[in-house]
């Protein structure tokens, strides 16, 4: 797939042209599983590449709102089946510039297109609905109208599903969009975007500029004629993000993360509840919002499932991703390295018990990368760090409970409600837990990672602002209801 570069420099796309930005300065992004490969380079934008983007955006969204929404979705169709073609040679990308696993960057992909067919399916869907009016020589009825120009932030653990999950309802309810990936993800953004302009959508409607976030995020937020801003990062970001655009009394809706537990009952099934925690925990190298971060075991089988936990985490292998074979990549880059080993030795300085793993591999294969070990800790206390901030590494506390309402309690114990599950095989178990653990996507006997794209995700508490993404959920945020009312 060939993209309109020069030496491997990704530009940004802004009306429908791929141009340099006007510092003519470039970013490296380099593999976190070897520092010395680049894999591309992204431009360097500033406040007025920034400029010509939210113009571009803002003089073409009444033709794309005219358009109509059946046009825009046959539009996601074919951007779909471009992304589609393009699927392995995307997912390289994404495994050379962030670190995942090859498996999990196709399986990424693959879902970024499942995506794009849902939403071009939105095209055939309804706008509104027909409500009843007491003057019976009245027709009256909603109508959904989109926002106007969107803003859209991604972070780098999803390169490709998060971007689609949010380019892709904001287009087909009628929005334009300008689009600030994270940096260190830029090179695959680019070619995702490349996939939208090769559909060939009208000029102006998508928009992609890289650059920093103090820069090119702020400008975005802070624009007069953006009309809503969407985000997933940070916390730190994040409020900085829901600031600004509560003082401009735009529409905003952000994404910031968890520190997810997992609850094990003494009825569980101990094998299938290691292999989710391992999987919730340790794939993409624990780089998830949703990851499996706290595992509460009542005390019971504690024992046994630690055991079992330990046995089974010894077989991970840990490398490349393009390597065959590897199951865990690197941290997707210096800082995040460097942030997980801070997180460790907090660990292990507050008094917690390191069990295993924990350490930096530096040696052989590892020397040129970013790897740190599968991580497990025990005799954690609530008031320690690693109980209560999101680490975004391969790192898991475990805690002990007498019964499953002490195992609740210490599962809402966090500022944090994010995604939670719990293993059990008592109904009146697992009736309690979904009545009372604080977290937008509750999972029964199943990893607390991943949601279907079909159905409504986001937080509660510090994770989110209370809207949710995909599904059909995204229509609220990224639209709003007009009612009709018609007298004859």
């Not at 300008?178 to 695959?188: G, I, L, N, R, S």
């Not at 003082?247 to 009952?265: C, D, H, S, W, Y």
């Not at 029964?444 to 279907?452: D, F, H, Q, W």
């Amino acid at each position: 797939m060939r993209m309109e570069t020069k030496e491997n420099t990704c530009k940004n796309f802004i009306n429908n042209t791929w141009v340099d930005s006007s510092s003519e300065e470039i970013i490296k992004s380099i593999n976190p599983a070897n520092k010395e490969e680049v894999v591309g380079y992204v431009q360097k934008s500033t406040a007025v590449d920034l400029e010509k983007a939210v113009q571009a955006a803002y003089k073409a969204k009444k033709n794309w709102r005219k358009l109509g929404q059946v046009a825009r979705g046959q539009l996601l169709f074919k951007v779909a089946n471009i992304l589609e073609e393009n699927l392995n040679d995307i997912a390289e990308t994404m495994t050379r510039e962030m670190g995942k696993s090859l498996p999990e960057a196709k399986g990424e992909t693959a879902r970024g297109v499942a995506i794009l067919r849902y939403y071009a399916g939105e095209g055939m869907r309804k706008e509104g609905d027909l409500i009843p009016s007491t003057d019976q020589a009245a027709l009256m009825f909603t109508k959904r109208t989109p926002l106007g120009v969107v803003g859209i932030i991604t972070p780098w653990n999803f390169p490709v599903a998060i971007p689609i999950w949010k380019i892709a309802p904001a287009l087909v309810y009628g929005n334009t969009v300008v689009f600030k990936p994270a940096t260190e993800a830029a090179v695959t953004a680019a070619k995702v975007v490349d996939c939208f302009a090769k559909a060939g959508l009208p000029e102006g409607v998508l928009n992609f500029v890289t650059g920093t976030g103090s820069v090119i995020g702020q400008k975005l937020i802070d624009h007069p004629l953006l009309n809503a801003i969407t985000f997933t990062g940070s916390e730190t970001v994040g409020e900085g993000v829901a600031k600004s655009a509560a003082a401009r009394g735009i529409k905003f809706q952000l994404e910031m993360g968890g520190k997810n537990p997992v609850i094990v009952t003494e009825d569980a099934d101990l094998d299938a509840a290691v292999e989710a925690v391992i999987s919730g925990a340790f794939r993409s190298t624990g780089q998830k919002c949703t990851a499996s971060s706290r595992v509460i075991i009542e005390s019971g089988v504690y024992d046994a499932f630690k055991e079992k936990l330990i046995q089974e985490t010894k077989k991970i292998t840990v490398g490349p991703g393009l390597n065959e074979g590897i199951w865990m990549g690197p941290c997707a880059g210096e800082s995040q390295f460097k942030t997980v080993l801070e997180y460790i030795e907090k660990g292990k300085a507050e008094g917690a018990s390191l069990i295993y793993g924990g350490e930096p591999l530096t040696t052989g294969e590892y020397a040129k990368g970013f790897f740190v070990s599968p991580t497990i800790f025990e005799n954690v206390t609530v008031d320690m760090t690693i109980a209560q901030e999101e680490i975004f590494g391969p790192v898991i506390a475990l805690f002990k409970a007498d019964n499953l309402e002490e195992a609740i309690a210490l599962a809402n114990n966090t500022k944090y409600g994010l995604s939670a599950s719990i293993f059990t095989t008592n109904i009146a178990n697992l009736l309690e837990f979904i009545d009372e653990v604080d977290a937008g996507l509750v999972r029964i006997n199943a990893e607390s990672a991943g949601v279907e794209l079909q159905a409504p995700f986001g937080g509660m508490k510090a994770s989110s602002t209370g809207s949710r993404e995909q599904g059909e959920a995204a229509k609220e945020f990224f639209t709003s209801i007009k009612t009709v009312f018609i007298k004859g």
